[in-house]
């Protein structure tokens, strides 16, 4: 099935970093949607795009999604410990194939204070 | 007000066992989604109902695996004969309109 690269897989970083981790996919979405898990908890929607070339950001958190609608990067600013968690990308085709959403395979991060 | 909630948080059951897990979306959504998530893995689409239309069932991995919606609300997703590889997070989404969608905490699913 269709598939979203994403990268990093992992990061370790100290805390006040920033942060940025991008997907790609080899098809075209018309919505791009950044997720955060925490452990056995559900993904949580921290961003969500809908139009090629926007930017958007959420406190510390910026995300656009890219021009060619197959790519979206999100960056963190100054990271902070909460932050640790399982940051997944997610792409949506609304309409005839109802909005279901391919994910990526996730990027761990983990903030040292 | 509730977000999506899902039963039972944790289930361990015995290979060949049927198991049933359940999913209960935020009032008024009409669109619910399955998800499978595998250890250190994304999730996987198993399965979506929007409204009265017929769902969209092209993710479910094979024809052990069967959902239903009742009454447009509480979903069941069904695993019969379950096998060692269907031990996985399976997660449940509703949302309003095919955009934004909400996740329950997941049921966590061990077949031994």
């Known amino acids: 099935g269709q598939q979203l690269n994403q990268s990093p897989q992992s990061m370790f970083i100290q805390e006040g970093e920033d942060v940025s981790m991008n997907c790609t996919s080899s098809s075209i979405f018309n919505t791009w949607l950044w997720y955060k898990q925490d452990p056995g908890e559900g993904p949580v929607l921290l961003i969500a795009l809908y139009k090629a070339g926007e930017l958007t950001s959420n406190g510390r958190l910026t995300a656009q999604f890219g021009i060619t609608r197959k790519d979206s990067f999100l960056n963190i600013s100054a990271s902070i410990p909460s932050d640790v968690g399982i940051y997944f990308c997610a792409g949506q085709i609304v309409g005839n194939q109802g909005g279901k959403l391919i994910f990526g395979q996730g990027t761990e991060l983990s903030v040292k204070p | ?112």
């Open chain 2, 1 to 112: 007000g509730a977000g999506v909630s899902q039963s039972p948080s944790n289930k361990v059951t015995e290979k060949g066992k049927d198991v049933e897990l359940r999913c209960d979306p935020i009032s008024g959504h009409t669109a619910l989604y399955w998800y499978r998530q595998s250890l250190g893995q994304g999730l996987e689409f198993l399965i979506y109902f929007q409204g009265n239309s017929a769902p969209d069932k092209s993710g479910l991995p094979s024809d052990r695996f069967s959902a239903e919606r009742t009454g447009g609300s509480v979903s069941t997703l069904t695993i019969q004969r379950t096998q060692q590889e269907d031990s996985a997070v399976y997660l449940c989404a509703s949302s309003l309109a095919p955009k934004t969608q909400y996740f329950g905490p997941g049921t966590r699913l061990l077949v031994l």
